[in-house]
C-alpha cells in the first residue's frame, strides 16, 4: 500500500477522461528530439554480441530499415564500449546516422567510456552503484544519506562527461533490479522503483544536466503503469524537471502474449497522454518489434481533438495502486470472483457442437463427449440464434430478452436487456444482463432499476473506449452503485493486428484500474464468411483470456518472463522458449522467467516462480524464486532439471491428451 499524503496526489496527467499529451523538455539524441513537440519515436535493441562488429551493424541496419530511430547496444564491459566506436563508423560509412545508445549495467567506467562516443547511455540505478545481495538492511537517515553520498561519487563522474560531450542518459529504473537498499527502505513497490529513479535524478538537476530520459519497466503490466503514474506526480510534487518518459513492459515475452501485456502496459499509459518513446520487448528478432510499435504509436496520431467527456468527480479513483471496484456477487459475476469471459458468437447462425472449439471447449464426436481447456469462455452470447444443442457443463448461453420470454425451458439461457426494455416483460430470477453506456449511468433513473439479479453490460458510443469507459465505471462508484460490469467491446471488422493492441489497451487499462467483472470482445468478418468469422472469434476469445493474465486478474495458463535477447545473451532465447513453452505450457498459472544472462537474471525475473538463466556459455543457472536451486547445468539437460524442480516443488502436473 502507498502512503495516504501520496494517494491523495492524483495529478499525473493533464485530464483522465480526456487524450491530452503531456508536455516534457526536449532531449536530442543525436538528431532524434524526444518529447517536447516531436512525435512519439520507436526503438529496440541489438541482439548480437556486441564484439561482433559487422553482425551489429547489420543487425542495426535491419532495425532501422523496419522503421526503428533509435538502436540501443548492450556494453557490459570496457571493451564492448569500446567496440561501440567501430560499430558507429562502419554505421555511417554504409550512410545510417540513426543515434545509438549504449545499455550499461554494473559497469561505471563502460558507461564513461561509452558516453563519450555514443549519443546516449542507458544506466539502470539499481545496479549501477549497487551489487545486490538479497539482504535486508535497517538505516538510519544518517546512514541512509550516506549512501546517497555513495552514489553520489559514483554517478558524478559519469554526468560530468555527458556534460562535456552533449550526451543524453536514460536513467531507466527495473522493478525486477532494485538495489536492497532501496528493497529494504520501500520495498518491491511502484514508489521503490520512483525513488530509486530520482536519487539520480536529483543529482543531474544539482549539476545542471537535463538531457534525461527516464522509464520505469516491470514486466508485470500493473507494477509499470502505476510507477510510470506515480514517477510523473513525483517529478511534479518536487518541481524537477519533466523529463520524457521511454515506455516498455520488460521481459513481455512471445508471440500473442507478448504484444498483449506490452499493449495493456504501452497503450493505457499513452491513453493518459504519458509516453515519449516505446519499446515493445518481444522474444523475437528485433525488427519484429518495429511494426508493433508503429500500431500501438500510429493510433495516437488521431487521438487530439476528440469530444470530450461530462465532468466526473474523481475522489474514488486510485491511479497509484491496484483497488478492485466493489460489486456485489450476482451468479458468478462479481465481488471475488475472477472476471468471467464471454463469447460473442451472435453473428454466426447454426451453431454446431465442433464450433465451440473456438472458444475453447473441444467436442469429440467419436467418445461423444467435450474437454474444456483453461481458456474455455464461461459463457456464450448468441443473440437471436439460440443454440439447439446441449452445452458442455458449466457454461451457459445468453440471448436476447424477446428470445429468451419466448423459450418453452427458460432455464437453459439468460437474457440481454436492452435498458429500455427492462421492466416490460419477465426476467430471469437469478441472473439477467442489462445493455448500459455512460449516458444511461448519468441519467437520473438508473438507480431505480438497480436489483440484485442484474449484471451491466457496459460499451462505449465512441472509439475512445478506455477514458469514455473509465468515466463510466468512476460514475457508478460516485453513485454508489455496485452491480457486477461486464465490459463489451465491438471492434467491427478492424485488422487482427490492430485488434489485439487496441482491445488490449482498452480493456487491459481497465482491469489494471481494478475495473471490471468479465470481458467480451467481437470482431468480424469483413466479408462476413462463417469461417472467417470462427477464426476471429477464436482470436477474440485468446485476447480477453490473454489480457485476464497480463493483468493478473486471471490466470488460465503458464506465464514465461521472457527477456528480449541482446548482445549478453549466453543462448538462443527464441529456440530455449519455444523448446520450454512446449514442455510446460499446462501449467497453469505458473510463472517461469527465462533470461538470457545475469543482468537479466534474479532480479528481473521480478515475481517468477521459476528461472532458467545463463550463466556461461553451454551452462545454466535454475532458480525457485530468487533462490538458486542448481549452477553451471549444462544447456542440453536444463528443461529436463527445470521441470524436475518443479515437480519436487509439488507444482507439476501431467499434460492431459485431449484425444482421450
Not at 532524434?32 to 542495426?60: A, F, H, L, Y
Not at 468479465?518 to 469483413?526: A, E, P, V
Amino acid at each position: 500500500m502507498i502512503s495516504a499524503e501520496i494517494k491523495d496526489l492524483k495529478k499525473y496527467c493533464e485530464d483522465i477522461l480526456s487524450y491530452k499529451r503531456r508536455p516534457t523538455r526536449e532531449v536530442m539524441i543525436g538528431s532524434i528530439g524526444i518529447g517536447g513537440s516531436n512525435p512519439i519515436r520507436v526503438q529496440s535493441m541489438t541482439t548480437v554480441d556486441t564484439m561482433d562488429t559487422q553482425g551489429s551493424i547489420e543487425q542495426s541496419i535491419r532495425m532501422i530499415d523496419a522503421g526503428c530511430e533509435i538502436v540501443r547496444i548492450t556494453a557490459p564491459s570496457l571493451k564492448d564500449a569500446e567496440n561501440l566506436r567501430n560499430i558507429k563508423e562502419g554505421l555511417r560509412k554504409r550512410g545510417y546516422d540513426t543515434p545509438l545508445v549504449a545499455d550499461i549495467h554494473f559497469t561505471p567506467n563502460a558507461a564513461e567510456l561509452a558516453a563519450k562516443i555514443v549519443e546516449k547511455v542507458r544506466v539502470n540505478p539499481g545496479n549501477y552503484a549497487d551489487k545486490k545481495k538479497f539482504e535486508a538492511i535497517e538505516y538510519t537517515d544518517e546512514s541512509y544519506n550516506e549512501e546517497l553520498q555513495r552514489i553520489r561519487q559514483k554517478f558524478e563522474p559519469l554526468v560530468k562527461i555527458c556534460k562535456e560531450n552533449n550526451t543524453a542518459m536514460r536513467i531507466g529504473t527495473n522493478h525486477g533490479s532494485l538495489s536492497d537498499r532501496i528493497m529494504s527502505r520501500y520495498g518491491d513497490t511502484p514508489l521503490g522503483m520512483v525513488e530509486s529513479a530520482l536519487e539520480f535524478i536529483r543529482i543531474c538537476e544539482d549539476m545542471d544536466y537535463y538531457d534525461i530520459v527516464i522509464s520505469m519497466k516491470a514486466s508485470n503490466p500493473q507494477v509499470m503503469v502505476q510507477a510510470y503514474r506515480l514517477l510523473v506526480q513525483k517529478l511534479e510534487e518536487e518541481n524537477l524537471q519533466p523529463y520524457p518518459l521511454h515506455l516498455g513492459v520488460t521481459e513481455a515475452g512471445d508471440g500473442e502474449d507478448g504484444r498483449i501485456k506490452s499493449a495493456v502496459g504501452i497503450g493505457t499509459l499513452m491513453e493518459d497522454g504519458l509516453g515519449d518513446t516505446i519499446r515493445v520487448s518481444l522474444t523475437e528478432e528485433p525488427e519484429a518489434e518495429i511494426p508493433v510499435c508503429n500500431r500501438l504509436v500510429e493510433r495516437y496520431l488521431k487521438r487530439p481533438g476528440h469530444a470530450k467527456l461530462p465532468e466526473i468527480n474523481l475522489d474514488a479513483y486510485t491511479p497509484f495502486e491496484y483497488i478492485k471496484r466493489n460489486s456485489i456477487e450476482v451468479a458468478n459475476f462479481g465481488n471475488k470472483n475472477f472476471p468471467r469471459v464471454v463469447a460473442d458468437l451472435s453473428h454466426i447462425p447454426d451453431l454446431k457442437m465442433e464450433d465451440l472449439n473456438v472458444i475453447g471447449h473441444h467436442y469429440f464426436s467419436l467418445t461423444d463427449k467435450w474437454n474444456m481447456s483453461d481458456q474455455g469462455a464461461d459463457y456464450v452470447y448468441t443473440g437471436k440464434n439460440k443454440i439447439d444443442f446441449m452445452l458442455p457443463n458449466g457454461v451457459r448461453e445468453i440471448v436476447d430478452s424477446e428470445i429468451w420470454t419466448s423459450l418453452e425451458d427458460q432455464s437453459t439461457a439468460y437474457p440481454l436487456f436492452d435498458l429500455s426494455d427492462w421492466g416490460n416483460s419477465d426476467s430471469h430470477k437469478h441472473l439477467n444482463f442489462i445493455k448500459i453506456s455512460i449516458d444511461d449511468i448519468l441519467s437520473e433513473g438508473i438507480e431505480d432499476i438497480l436489483e440484485e439479479n442484474i449484471v451491466f453490460m457496459l460499451s462505449a458510443k465512441t472509439n475512445h473506449r478506455y477514458p469514455e469507459l473509465r468515466a463510466a465505471f468512476l460514475e457508478l462508484q460516485n453513485r454508489n452503485i455496485n452491480s457486477p460490469v461486464l465490459i463489451f467491446s465491438d471492434y467491427g471488422a478492424l485488422n487482427s493486428d490492430d485488434f489485439r493492441l487496441y482491445s488490449s489497451t482498452d480493456t487491459g487499462g481497465l482491469f489494471v484500474d481494478g475495473f471490471g467483472d468479465g470481458i467480451s470482445l467481437k470482431l468480424i468478418s469483413d466479408e462476413n464468411s462463417r469461417s472467417e468469422n470462427l477464426k476471429l472469434a477464436k482470436l477474440a476469445n485468446q485476447t480477453a483470456f490473454g489480457v485476464l493474465q497480463a493483468t493478473r486478474t486471471r490466470m488460465s495458463k503458464t506465464e514465461y518472463i521472457s527477456c528480449p535477447s541482446c548482445g549478453r545473451t549466453l543462448f538462443d532465447l527464441q529456440d530455449t522458449t519455444a523448446m520450454i513453452r512446449k514442455r510446460t505450457d499446462h501449467l497453469k498459472g505458473v510463472k517461469i522467467g527465462i533470461m538470457g544472462c545475469i543482468v537479466n537474471g534474479p532480479g528481473e525475473m521480478a515475481d517468477a516462480d521459476y528461472g532458467y538463466v545463463g550463466s556461461g556459455k553451454g551452462k545454466i543457472t535454475l532458480y525457485k524464486g530468487k533462490e538458486v536451486i542448481k549452477r553451471s547445468v549444462p544447456s542440453e539437460n536444463a528443461v529436463d532439471e527445470l521441470i524436475e524442480i518443479i515437480k519436487s516443488d509439488g507444482m507439476w502436473r501431467e499434460p492431459e491428451n485431449q484425444e482421450l
